[in-house]
């Protein structure tokens, strides 16, 4: 998985929003006012000088993209090409391909909000396969939602479940609970220290649909730590959230077994381990 350029990078509203009204406004400033913007992998001195001359502000994290995504606010990510990294995969958990620079300099040239159809980047290429995704079955919402429109909630492609974060960063937990929740799913963060009589306050086994880790360090240090010892409950690496967002559909975790673990962990970075 990638990482950000910046290492210090209750419900959404159930409607789909309205979509912005395209005409020339009466000040650059004002073009892009009310937008929020998170930049991953271009040149950030260019894009945030691009969005603030036109009104719009530049966020640091996606934990406070999250929270601003949360209070209805229009949250876009700008980058070069299709990536891994978290801002990028914010952007996919609310249903919206991220956005190439052209964006931002077409709508200053023209000084409106431009059309975002022709700098939309593609979903991305699953970790396991050489060729692209195939167009998700919800790209035509995206059209119609003109490409600034996140998904209602109830149908953000991990709606409906109940995951449980383990890493050993504070940080890292966070930003999975963000991009998570970004896609419609409820998150239980574990505490590495924390006793099994604590977590189990939280939720039941069942309840979990999976354990996120981080990383595969983070996924072999919450292996040994009580909280992670729940039966029947699998333990995944982000890059499984990510084939998730990638595609716009749950990619099964059994597909990947425990006796394939290096294998899996070589090829597509996932990493699945069942507790008994």
Known sequence: IEEDDDDDDDDASEDDGVIPARRPAKRLRDVLKGFHFLLTKVDAKVAADLITSMGGKVEESVEEAHRLSIKGCDVLVIADRPRT??????????????????????????????????FTIPFGVPLDQTKAVPLPSRWNSLVERNFLQPLAQRKRVLSGRTFAVSSVSPKASRQLKAIIQEAGAKVVVLEPSSSSSSSSKQASPDDYYCVICNNADDAAKGSSSSSSKRKRTERVVFAWVVECLQTQVIIHTHTHTHTHTHQTHVQNNIIIRQHI
């Open 85 to 118: 990294t978290k801002k990028y995969m914010f952007s996919l958990a609310r249903g919206l391909s991220p956005l190439k620079l052209g964006f931002l300099q077409e709508c200053r040239r023209q000084r409106m909000l431009v059309d975002p159809s022709p």
